[in-house]
């Protein structure tokens, strides 16, 4: 909730002509509104990407404590820092992104998982990463123990499937 929210929360609470209108005892009215005042400073974690998240953990137990340093493009390829992370950085709006991540906190963005078939009357049409072989293969619709079945798009990327989010005959499906 931000400043004004509250303000205007609290004059139609107060106001006797709104339908919100109730007849709260003072004391209530006041320990509620300290209540939710006081929540005006808390700040609210942000949300970032994995890669981010792990490289301000990294600075902040083995490199530096200083943000600025952490955010210097120049210091993320002397670390051996991925190319996403620096493009992703000089971005003015990740900078501030990645301030209030650094000074207030943290989630990680869920990243979104597809799931790739072939189309068609096809037996193993499902794409799966079989951990046990280590490689991708087309299988059956069944599950397999030890498959991953779910991929993001930079798995797909990485492992030379990026071809599949524009080739007609898959099916790429975002699934939670």
Same mark, same amino acid.
Request: glycine residues 4%; contains cysteine; negative net charge.
């Given at each position: 909730?931000?400043?004004?929210?509250?303000?205007?929360?609290?004059?139609?609470?107060?106001?006797?002509?709104?339908?919100?209108?109730?007849?709260?005892?003072?004391?209530?009215?006041?320990?509620?509104?300290?209540?939710?005042?006081?929540?005006?400073?808390?700040?609210?974690?942000?949300?970032?990407?994995?890669?981010? %998240?792990?490289?301000?953990?990294?600075?902040?137990?083995?490199?530096?404590?200083?943000?600025?340093? %952490?955010?210097?493009?120049?210091?993320?390829?002397?670390?051996?820092?991925?190319?996403?992370?620096?493009?992703?950085?000089?971005?003015?709006?990740?900078?501030?992104?990645?301030?209030? %991540?650094?000074?207030?906190?943290?989630?990680?963005?869920?990243?979104?998982?597809?799931?790739?078939?072939?189309?068609?009357?096809?037996?193993?049409?499902?794409?799966?990463?079989?951990?046990?072989?280590?490689?991708?293969?087309?299988?059956?619709?069944?599950?397999?123990?030890? %498959?991953?079945?779910?991929?993001?798009?930079?798995?797909?990327?990485?492992?030379?499937?990026?071809?599949?989010?524009?080739?007609?005959?898959?099916?790429?499906?975002?699934?939670?």
């Amino acid at each position: 909730m931000n400043k004004q929210e509250l303000i205007n929360k609290y004059k139609e609470l107060w106001n006797e002509h709104s339908p919100f209108y109730e007849p709260i005892p003072y004391t209530s009215m006041v320990e509620l509104f300290l209540k939710e005042l006081k929540q005006l400073d808390e700040p609210q974690p942000v949300k970032v990407p994995q890669f981010v %998240a792990d490289w301000i953990e990294v600075c902040k137990e083995h490199l530096t404590t200083s943000l600025y340093t %952490a955010m210097n493009p120049n210091f993320m390829k002397e670390n051996n820092q991925s190319f996403d992370l620096i493009l992703w950085i000089k971005k003015t709006s990740n900078q501030d992104l990645f301030a209030r %991540a650094w000074l207030d906190g943290y989630e990680v963005e869920k990243e979104k998982r597809y799931l790739v078939k072939i189309k068609g009357n096809i037996k193993e049409n499902t794409l799966v990463y079989g951990e046990l072989l280590e490689r991708y293969f087309f299988t059956k619709g069944f599950t397999l123990g030890n %498959a991953i079945y779910h991929h993001t798009h930079k798995e797909l990327e990485e492992a030379d499937f990026g071809w599949v989010f524009d080739c007609e005959g898959v099916e790429v499906q975002e699934v939670e």
